[in-house]
Every structure is written in C-alpha cells, then in structure tokens.
C-alpha cells in the first residue's frame, strides 16, 4: 500500500445530522468505482451505514472509513455522524484527517450542527470545502447558502459552481473554474460534460467573474495580475484557492443532491485538485515527553501512529483504527505504546473499505489501517517504535450530559455485564461507567438518551448480555437550618450483669457550604472519659451518613460535643457510640432539618428561533438563566437548573429544537429544597423504606 505522499487525500465528511453527509460519501464512492450502486441511508443500503444498530435506525452512529486508490491517488474517506449523541465521533475523525467536508443542506441552511462541526475542524488545523447538499429540495438556494456561511463563519465563500436549476429542476451545474457544464439525466448516472451554452452565459460570466474576483482577494500578487490581465488562468485560480483555503481566508462552496447521485463527481475532481496532501498540512503537536517536536510526513522518519478509535469485536476483540502521521508502519512488527510504554505486537494490518477489510504489508504518511487485537491500547494512544515514545495530542472528549443506572437483567450475569460495558467504554471514551459512592448505583453516563441506547443494542449484539435502565438516583443531601442546643443522646440498659451506660449532650448549628460533618470536642473535667470520646463522634458520623429525615447523607452541619456522663463499669464504646448515635438524629430533627439537592450549571446552544422555547422550558424546570450570549446563528443560554429536574434534558430538548440543540451540564453547588418538594421526597422516602 505504499504510495507518494504527495498522492494522498483524507478527508472527513462533517456537519449537521441529516444533511446527507453518508449519502454524498456513498455518492462519491460509486464515482470513483469503489460500489457498483449508490446506497441509501434510508433504505437500509448504505454502503458506508454498515452498522446493524445503524441499518435499524437510519442513521449515522459510527465514523466509517473507506480506503481506496483510484488513478495514482490513494483516498481515505472517513464519514462521521452529524447527530449530538455521537459528539465524539467527529472529533476523532478530524484528528486522522487532512481536510474537512463541510455537508450542509441548500434547503435550510447553515445550522448549530454546522457551525460546530466548522469550528471543531478549524480548531483541529484543518482546511474545509463546504457542499450544499440536496439541491432538489423544494426552497433550495444556493446563494442564500454562500451568504448564510459567511455571516455564520466569519470567512470568504467562494461559489465555485453555478447550479443548475433548483429544487426538482435541478439538473447539475456549471464547475466555474474549468468553465464546462455538467448535466445528470433524471436517476444519476454519468454527466453529460459539454462547454457552457448560450443560454447560460450571461449568468455563468457574472458568476465566473464573481468566483475569480473572490479568489484574487486572497492574494496581493494574483489580485495584481488580474488587475493588470483583466482575468486569471485555472491553474493560477486553483493555486490561489489552494492556499487561500489553506489559510482559512477562503471557503469553497460546491452543489450536490447526493440523493439523485449528484455530488460524488464534483468532490473527486475538488479532492484531486486542491484537497491538501498529507505532506502540505501541518503535522498535529507531538511531543517527546515535556519537548514538542517539529515532523514532517516523511514516509523514512520516525513513525508517529496515532490511535483516533476503537471498534469492538466479539471474536477478534478490540480493532485499533489508526492513522499514520509519519514514518512506515509495518506488519509484523513491534510498536510502543508512548501512554503505556507497553510493547504491542502487529499480527496484521487491514485496509478498511466499508465493513471489508484486506490486509496490507504496511501504509505510510496519510494513511488509515485498523490493526486487531492489541492488548492495552486504547483511543487516543500513540504508537511508535520501540526507541521513541513520541505522543500526538489527543482529541478532545465531549463530555457526558445523561446517566442511567444500570444492573443486569439476569442474575449471575453481574460480571459479565460490567466487563462487556468496559469494553465498550473502552472503544467509546465519551462513555463513563462508574459507581456513585453517594448512591451504590453503578451508572453508564453517555452524551444523550440516543447514545446510551445505542450502546446497549451493541451489548446485547457483541456480548449477548441484557442490562435494566433506570434513572439515576439523585444524590440529596440533608442539613439543618438553625441550631438545636444541649440536646442529650442516652443509652441505659441494664438486663442483669453488665449493663450498657452512655451520655452525650450535643449542640447542633449550620456549618458553611462544602464543611461535611464537622464534629467538635468541648468536653471539660472528664464528663466522658477521653477514650469514649472517640466512640460518640464514630456514632455521630455513622448516624449522619445514613441521614435521619430521608435517608441521605447530612453535610455542612457542626456537631458540639459539650457534656455527658458516664459509668464506671457499665460505660463502653459500644454504648457511647449509641449515645452519639441516638443524639444526633434527635439534634437534627430540633434544628429545623432540611433537604438539599444538587444543582447544575447548564449551557445550552440552539438556533435564534428556540431560544424562547428552551428559557421557558428551563424556567418551567426551577431553572435561573444567567445569561445569554450570540455566536453566529447560534445563542447560547447559561442557566442553573436542579440535577431532579433535568434528568430527561437530553431527549426533551431534542423534542424541542427538532435535533437542533445540544448542551453541556457540569455540577455547580447544592441548594435547598422548595419545602413541597422536600415533603414529597421525605414521603417517598418512607414508603421505600416500608416496602423493604
């Protein structure tokens, strides 16, 4: 598999969910002769939706990679889901790629989806081509697109097509910088590729006039040359373009309607001309312990393989989906492991095409291979060999924003459930599974109800296993809200013999925010021998762990230990840690207990139009906006909303925004609860504990 550098294209296709980026890859995939028909999302043939989850659902749930070689060029082509539940996929992709393809659709426009995938692979150092996808859509428009982009993006959009027709008269286009028309019959097909007719010059000559001036901006000397020849050659445009894309000062914008096989044509040509190479894009960071390093892809330099994703197999265990940045990687072979230092050995490496694989000798610079069965490497690592332990900047994790508790459905399958959720934790780091010491519950924390969903039919299809979904308890906490003085805490038994004998005398205050349990010894002229004193605070701490109003744990309390009495021979740690005990569930109902609950500053990011919408229904959820600020078509809300309340946020606000809106949630503070709330938790709480 090894090739010119020079000759290699990887790219992602990104954007918002549903603007048929899979489409547009399974449309230039047939081009380029990869398939011998164009897929479908939606009818379940999906060259590139391979997934059974993905077949099932319609929909793009994993980034998929397709490596194929076509006239001295070696394509990488990547696909990577556009819906928020699968934030960390995109992520991933940019990282193993040279270029972005920024799928967008003609009929509504630049999106937050957009917007963000933009920014994820600008903040990546990645160059981008936009496309406007379906075309044949009714109120498609592709100018409205162009000018949409760049109030959205802040950049200069070049059209370099003029389409041709709109909506169901949408036919193909004019290619604007080598001046020739290409028509699709009805049902796809090759184009019909002629120069440009009459009837379409005088529209094709302002908008080759337009495109020309647009790249000429881009450079002082070519806008000179222009001036001085009243017009600028191809390679003179495309050189241009090359390097004004190259330094994010322009975007380039293509048509398509992906389902009627349009676009896949347009995107070959644009990949072959001025996509970058692996050998013209800057080299992600990469360091040698504390030392960042200067390399270039040079198939002879030291190999750099960075890990971008995971996949699962229930037979072949774990493929590691890597992409070279330098050096030759080769089968056979022994790796090190720059996170681990482990060494890993390489059985095999396999081309990815689809869901097939073939195995290849070895793959250089801008290559993408997947090597199986590596024992401790995980997403993120970086491989190279044995005498460096050089490491490529992961990508960033999106992090989760919904948890569920999870438990096996049978019972005996308790092990093999939480070692299979690893597994697939492992291949997915967006997912957390962890148990919450405030509640017991193990919970699997995912980037939306989709997400966790998604994982769990993977679990039961790899591992055969079935686990139970329920909500996460909410981790309360109760206080007091004033202060409950000398309250005495009195063990007396007596049953012949020995009998059990302790007293403690407790005052009980607020403490500040974030104190725990602080307890306090004030006791003067040995009232409790100075060895029971240990005892009453272990009964103290004990009682306040298991709470006394509902059963959650008490903080930001003081507890003074002022008086007691004691007996010399029935007194023990055993009694006085049951006057401790009985003492301080009786303080905290005298001090006016109260519930807290944990709440959460949330951001929210949806579309002009819902913002309305998203702050009512924050409100109708105790929630208090803070703020509101714009980016781009985008408005992002930040409020602070009780964890009770926003359990379900995920999926309600995809009901909302249609898809549109996405969110992250991060613990603030706790805060009281509302006294109607507190009486029906406190209820709850009383029932559960008849029931058991």
């Known amino acids: 598999m090894s090739i010119d550098v020079s000759q290699t294209r990887t790219f992602a296709f990104v954007g918002h969910g549903g603007d048929g980026k899979t489409t547009l890859a399974d449309a230039l995939l047939f081009r380029a002769g990869v398939t011998t028909r164009e897929g479908s999302v939606d009818d379940g043939t999906s060259f590139m939706n391979f997934l059974p989850e993905e077949k099932q659902r319609r929909l793009t749930l994993s980034t998929s990679i397709c490596s194929f070689e076509k006239d001295g060029v070696a394509y ?36 937050t989806g957009t917007e963000r995938a933009y920014k994820q692979a600008r903040d990546a150092g990645l160059t981008v081509t936009a496309v406007a996808n379906k075309m044949d859509t009714e109120r498609a428009d592709y100018d409205a697109v162009a ?31 080598a001046s020739k028309t290409y028509r699709f019959a009805e049902g796809g097909g090759e184009p019909e590729i002629s120069e440009v007719p009459a009837d379409l010059q005088d529209e094709y000559e302002a908008a080759h006039l337009a495109m020309v001036e647009a790249v000429a901006e881009a450079d002082d000397a070519v806008l000179e040359k222009y001036l001085d020849e009243g017009e600028l050659v191809e390679e003179d445009v495309l050189e241009t373009l090359r390097k004004g894309i190259r330094e994010g000062s322009l975007l380039p914008l293509l048509s398509a309607a992906a389902g009627i096989g349009i676009g896949g044509v347009a995107l070959l040509w644009a990949a072959e001309r001025f996509f970058p190479s692996a050998d013209q894009v800057e080299l992600r960071a990469v360091r040698d312990g504390e030392e960042e390093l200067a390399m270039s892809a040079d198939p002879a330099g030291p190999l750099v393989a960075y890990v971008f994703k995971s996949m699962a197999d229930r037979y072949a265990g774990t493929l590691s989906l890597v992409r070279v940045y330098s050096g030759t990687l080769r089968s056979d072979s022994t790796l090190t492991d720059s996170r681990t230092e482990s060494k890993e050995r390489v059985s095999k490496l396999l081309s990815l095409s689809g869901e097939d694989t073939a195995e290849v000798k070895e793959v250089g610079p801008g290559g993408i291979v997947a090597i199986p069965k590596l024992r401790d490497v995980r997403t993120g690592d970086t491989l190279g ?7 490529v900047e992961a990508a960033p994790v999106p992090h ?37 010491p405030r509640t017991n519950q193990f919970l699997l924390n995912g980037l939306g109800q989709l997400h966790i969903e998604v994982t769990l039919d993977k679990l039961r299809r790899l591992f055969k296993v079935d686990v139970l979904l329920k909500p996460p308890k909410v981790p309360y906490m109760e206080t007091v809200r004033g202060r409950a003085e000398k309250i005495e805490g009195k063990l007396k038994k007596q049953s012949g013999g020995r009998g059990q004998f302790g007293v403690c005398v407790l005052t009980v205050e607020r403490g500040e925010r974030g104190s725990g349990v602080q307890f ?29 109003i509902a ?26 840690k ?29 579309p002009d139009e819902f913002v309305g919408d998203v702050m009512g229904n924050l409100s109708s959820r105790r929630g208090k906006v803070a703020g509101v600020d714009a980016a781009g078509h985008t ?36 805060e009281e609860v509302p006294k109607e709330i507190q009486e029906r938790i406190i209820a709850d709480a009383a029932a559960a504990k008849e029931e058991d």
Request: net charge negative; proline share 4%.
């Open 147 to 177: 000018e949409q982009l760049e109030e959205s993006l802040g950049t200069r959009v070049v059209k370099l097509h003029m389409p041709i027709g709109s909506g169901a008269s949408y036919s193909g286009y004019v290619d604007l910088v």
């Open 551 to 576: 059963g959650y744990p008490l903080t930001d309390i003081a507890v003074h230990c002022v008086d007691g009495k004691h007996h010399s021979v029935d007194s023990s740690e055993q009694a006085f």
């Open 76 to 111: 990488n082509v990547l696909d990577a889901p556009g819906d928020s539940n699968f934030a960390g996929e995109p992520l991933g992709a940019l990282q193993a790629s040279d270029h972005a393809v920024l799928v967008l659709s003609a009929q509504d426009g630049v999106k």
């Open 635 to 670: 408005e992002v809300i930040r409020a602070r909303v009780p964890m009770s309340e926003v359990l379900t946020y995920a999926s309600d606000l995809t009901s909302i925004t249609g898809g549109q809106g996405s969110f992250t949630m991060e613990f603030s503070h706790y």
């Open 385 to 391: 060999e044995e005498k460096h332990a050089f490491a």
């Open 520 to 548: 306090l010894d004030e006791i003067v002229g040995g009232a409790i021998p100075r060895g029971f004193i240990p005892a009453v605070e272990k009964g103290v701490r004990e009682a306040c762990e298991r709470g006394v």
């Open 400 to 436: 989760g924003v919904i948890s569920f508790a999870v438990e096996a459905a049978n019972k005996g399958d308790e092990d093999k459930v939480f070692e299979s959720l690893n597994r697939l934790v492992d291949e997915d780091p967006s997912l957390e599974l962890a148990r919450d």
């Open 578 to 606: 049951m006057a401790g005990s009985m003492g301080i569930r009786a303080a905290v109902q005298a001090a006016k207990p109260a519930l807290l609950e944990p709440v959460m500053d949330l951001e929210v990011s949806v």
